[in-house]
């Protein structure tokens, strides 16, 4: 928290003396991919008591294929406006700087009126007073009843201080995939726990094939993540201390280390970024990653070997757990546009089945009745990630009863990404994992 009021009140005064402040829903953007605004419908007045106002919407790069993925998006908002009358302007948001851009943004009021995020940023802005809070949206969900289809975690996550803080919208999980043409080939079964994948992994390494890859961005952070929940580890304890150098993270970044000093990493994976990970693994360059199990069903057809995605893995210690995120949508308080805002984030959330199985995001919905489509009914992956992952995975604040502001200052860390390329190029992961707790004790102000 002291992290971004210092880097809020920089770029304030910095705003101030250089040119001053823009009105919210302002031309100024993100580096990013940008849709043109969708036309506003023939009969002006729409089906909404706000048609003719234009909102900004900023949303992550959620899809493995972009082009695809925001072709989905540009199609339910094209279908909003032509219902609604209500114009949407749409930006791409890459996930690099990711935390600075909304800073600044928010810092300069040149925040949208609505955007997705990081799974805390909404707790975290809060806090100063950006976020709007969505109680009456929520009571008008629980009114109709759809609100009974949610998935409840996630709900869960969404409530801070007293109030609905944004609304749920994709749950986000890891899980081993790995290239099942790969092992059959060197007769190496499926790893069950981390003995049977780090002996898989050194088996391919004698074959001359990298075993495992981590990224050196997010996706890094979260691999770590993965094996460190597995192992019964986390960020924070349950009283609110946090314990990042606990046991179990350390054994857990001590295996990775490990299979990095017995030349199974893929050493390009420490200047790749997520994506460009997932397509190094897609185009057969190594066997095993920690990524969401979409990747798969979204690509099965699509590469020329067998793709697989294996059950949680056993931990040393016996237990089983992973990296589970409740990814959602919030608007902010200085829109001024808020109840049309509010009209395109429930029609967001009624219709986004397509960004899912046509646009390839990285997630699975919160939605109970998404679960009807054959897309997921039939897919052995993504019904193993929501009867399975999702039960066993934690997050930042997995020991403790509800998020806080905080959480995106922790899990916004550079020193995250530090560890995860460090592992791959060698250096004393120990060393960097206690660099991570250093920084999110100044951030807890512990």
């Not at 880097?7 to 829903?25: E, H, N, P, R, W």
């Not at 802005?125 to 009571?139: K, Q």
């Not at 857990?252 to 790749?272: D, H, I, Q, T, W």
């Not at 546009?337 to 959330?349: G, I, P, R, T, V």
Request: glycine letters at 8%.
């Amino acid at each position: 928290m002291k992290k971004l009021v210092a880097v809020l009140l920089a770029i304030m005064l910095l705003a101030s003396m250089c040119f001053g402040m823009t009105a919210c829903g302002s031309t100024s953007a993100p580096a990013a991919d940008s849709v043109d605004a969708a036309p506003a419908a023939e009969d002006a007045s729409g089906g909404s008591p706000y048609a003719g106002e234009t909102i900004e919407f900023w949303d992550m790069a959620w899809g493995s294929d972009s082009a695809r993925y925001e072709a989905e998006a540009k199609k339910i908002i094209d279908a909003f406006t032509a219902e609604t009358g209500i114009i949407v302007n749409y930006t791409a948001v890459p996930w690099t700087n990711w935390y600075e851009t909304f800073v600044t943004a928010v810092a300069s009021n040149t925040n949208p009126d609505i955007s997705t995020g990081s799974g805390y940023q909404a707790f975290q802005f809060s806090a100063l007073g950006y976020i709007e809070p969505l109680d009456d949206v929520y009571e008008e969900l629980e009114a109709s009843g759809e609100l009974q289809g949610f998935m409840t975690r996630a709900l869960d996550l969404m409530y801070y201080d007293g109030h609905y803080r944004a609304l749920p919208w994709m749950a986000d999980v890891r899980g081993l995939l790995y290239n099942k043409t790969m092992l059959d080939e060197n007769g190496i079964d499926v790893p069950t726990n981390w003995d049977e994948l780090e002996a898989a992994c050194v088996k391919l390494s004698e074959a001359g094939i990298y075993g495992f890859a981590i990224p050196s961005d997010s996706a890094g952070k979260q691999t770590v993540y993965q094996f460190a929940y597995n192992n019964g580890g986390g960020v924070m304890t349950a009283d609110g201390q946090v314990s990042v150098y606990c046991d179990e993270n350390r054994e857990a970044v001590a295996f990775l280390a490990r299979l990095g000093e017995k030349g199974c990493l893929y050493p390009a994976a420490a200047g790749m970024t997520g994506s460009e990970t997932q397509a190094a693994f897609l185009n057969g360059e190594f066997c095993f990653m920690i990524t969401t199990p979409a990747l798969a069903e979204a690509n099965y057809d699509l590469v020329d070997f067998e793709i697989g995605v294996a059950e949680p893995l056993a931990a040393p210690n016996g237990n089983h757990g992973g990296f589970f995120s409740a990814n959602n949508i919030m608007i902010y308080a200085n829109s001024e546009h808020k109840e049309a805002a509010k009209e395109f984030l429930k029609y967001w959330s009624a219709n986004e089945l397509p960004m899912f199985t046509k646009g390839t995001a990285s997630g699975i919905p919160v939605r109970a009745e998404f679960y009807e489509d054959p897309y997921f009914s039939e897919s052995k992956f993504l019904t193993m990630a929501f009867n399975e992952f999702i039960p066993i995975g934690g997050n930042a604040v997995w020991r403790m009863t509800s998020n806080f502001p905080e959480a995106n200052d922790l899990d916004g860390l550079t020193e995250w990404t530090a560890l995860a390329q460090g592992i791959t190029m060698g250096e004393d992961a120990d060393a960097l994992l206690k660099a991570v707790d250093d920084a999110a004790r100044e951030v807890m102000g512990q």
